[in-house]
């Protein structure tokens, strides 16, 4: 098969990232074609795509419930369920077996090691205990404002999580081993594309905080950012930890992105 070209004109290229994108980061039925670094590269530029589909079932299923009068706490314990299903706690079993490897105090190929094994330490017990924790009351606390705006916290964090992988991916960031996720995505972004990709984002973000009020656009834009320094920061830990990504650390950097942007959209 030929090597499609890097940029993402080309409708063949396109669609096999969307594929590469929905297969890898949600259990929707897409079938990936390909498997390789050009695949790769387009699947992450396309992830914020998927993670706008989850956010958007998350929000239906959430509003739904909220409509349908079980309370704030309720519709938002439903909405965080959702990318988990979605997922099949993929991404928060990365969070897990993250917060082990860095908990674990050993050299980095014997944290790698930690990070593979089947069980969870107490790092990533309370880890994701408290990121959940945290998702559920910020999505209960937005709910209370109005069912829009936690539809619209449910959207932006999710997509928003999904660009911080578009990030990890870019040059300059490493995969930790040779096999696996994080060694057929590492450094195959190009700067400039993910900036153009979060700048389109941005945009998006605060037209849609716009449906509400242009505070919430501001609020938005905010929540965006917080979300991708958040992930940016835990990004740098693994990398100098580990000595690059891996699956794991995706995970990990999505469920952090999210929390945080939710986080965000709770203050002022």
Not at 75 to 84: I, L
Not at 120 to 138: K, S
Not at 239 to 250: C, E
């Amino acid at each position: 098969m030929r090597n499609l070209p890097s940029g993402t004109g080309d409708y063949p290229a396109r669609m096999d990232g969307l594929r590469f994108a929905f297969g890898t980061l949600t259990v929707l039925p897409a079938r990936i074609t390909r498997w390789d670094r050009d695949a790769a590269r387009a699947g992450m530029l396309c992830a914020p795509l998927a993670g706008l589909t989850v956010g958007l079932a998350s929000a239906a299923l959430g509003t739904g419930f909220l409509l349908l009068g079980s309370g704030p706490l309720l519709a938002a314990v439903v909405t965080a369920a959702v990318p988990a299903v979605l997922t099949r706690g993929l991404h928060l079993d990365g969070l897990a077996d993250t917060a082990d490897g860095l908990g674990s105090a050993k050299p980095a190929e014997d944290a790698l090691r930690v990070m593979k094994q089947s069980d969870i330490g107490p790092f990533g017990v309370i880890a994701v205990v408290l990121v959940l924790l945290a998702q559920v009351a910020a999505l209960s606390h937005l709910y209370e404002e109005g069912w829009a705006h936690g539809a619209v916290a449910a959207v932006l964090a999710a997509a928003a999580a999904r660009l911080a992988l578009t990030h990890a991916s870019r040059h300059g960031v490493p995969a930790a081993r040779p096999e696996g996720l994080g060694a057929i995505v590492a450094a195959t972004v190009p700067v400039r594309s993910a900036t153009l990709v979060t700048a389109a984002f941005l945009v998006l973000a605060a037209g849609a905080g716009l449906l509400l009020s242009p505070y919430d656009a501001v609020r938005n834009v905010l929540a965006a950012g917080v979300a991708l320094g958040a992930a940016a920061l835990l990004l740098r830990r693994c990398v100098r930890r580990f000595g690059g990504v891996t699956g794991d650390v995706f995970g990990a950097v999505e469920e952090t992105a999210a929390t945080a942007a939710l986080t965000a959209l709770t203050l002022g």
